[in-house]
T-cell receptor, first 114, second 113 residues
Framework: SQTIHQWPATLVQPVGSPLSLECTVEGTSNPNLYWYRQAAGRGLQLLFYSVGIGQISSEVPQNLSASRPQDRQFILSSKKLLLSDSGFYLC?????????????FGSGTRLTVV | DQQVKQNSPSLSVQEGRISILNCDYTNSMFDYFLWYKKYPAEGPTFLISISSIKDKNEDGRFTVFLNKSAKHLSLHIVPSQPGDSAVYFCAASDTSGTYKYIFGTGTRLKVLA
């Protein structure tokens, strides 16, 4: 069966520090991978998605970046965090161009920038 | 530009009664819709879906209705249970291969025992 792992679960970082969040998927190959953010009082905002190794599409211009160094690994990074980067970050995967079940989400990372 | 809107941020319902959660969309190209349920500090989990070729889909206590002319969908939960208390997100996608769903802002449902 397929599983998705996301870590860490919680993170408190000072403004200006770097960020690296990692997500891995097991039990499937060539998944579509996504990073979402849920900010306080807001919905789920798509940040990045990837349909293959090295292929990254950015939805929202910001100081975050994403990389996919391996087929089932997706990394969200920042060189210098802003207060506005605080939120709940979710990694997700799907089986192909369009999945009737949508995405399977990880358990999320609560990021607080102080 | 919020293409998927859930105008009610919260809803309280008595246990055993019907919960109705609403969602509106603006993009007429959307032809597949999902509902997700999310508990605090967890990722959302898939609940039910509907294609634009249907106007209703039912799965146990959960029914989703789609009104394409009004660009509106709703999720009915009958009967509501305390364990249904969560945030519910609707999501929409067009099936032209854009690889992504657009999510609404969510509605927090509280089922009172």
């Amino acid at each position: 069966s397929q599983t998705i792992h996301q870590w860490p679960a919680t993170l408190v970082q000072p403004v200006g520090s770097p960020l690296s969040l990692e997500c891995t998927v097991e039990g499937t190959s060539n998944p579509n991978l996504y990073w979402y953010r849920q900010a306080a009082g807001r919905g789920l905002q798509l940040l990045f998605y990837s349909v293959g190794i090295g292929q990254i599409s950015s939805e929202v211009p910001q100081n975050l970046s994403a990389s996919r160094p391996q087929d089932r690994q997706f990394i969200l990074s920042s060189k210098k965090l802003l207060l506005s980067d605080s939120g709940f970050y979710l990694c997700a995967w799907s089986t192909g161009p369009h999945s009737v079940y949508g995405y399977t989400f990880g358990s999320g990372t609560r990021l607080t920038v102080v | 530009d919020q293409q998927v809107k859930q105008n009610s941020p919260s809803l309280s319902v008595q246990e055993g009664r019907i919960s109705i959660l609403n969602c509106d969309y603006t993009n007429s190209m959307f032809d597949y819709f999902l509902w997700y349920k999310k508990y605090p500090a967890e990722g959302p989990t898939f609940l039910i879906s509907i294609s634009s070729i249907k106007d209703k889909n039912e799965d146990g206590r959960f029914t989703v209705f789609l009104n394409k002319s009004a660009k509106h969908l709703s999720l009915h939960i009958v009967p509501s249970q305390p364990g249904d208390s969560a945030v519910y997100f609707c999501a929409a996608s067009d099936t032209s291969g854009t690889y992504k769903y657009i999510f609404g802002t969510g509605t927090r449902l509280k089922v009172l025992a």
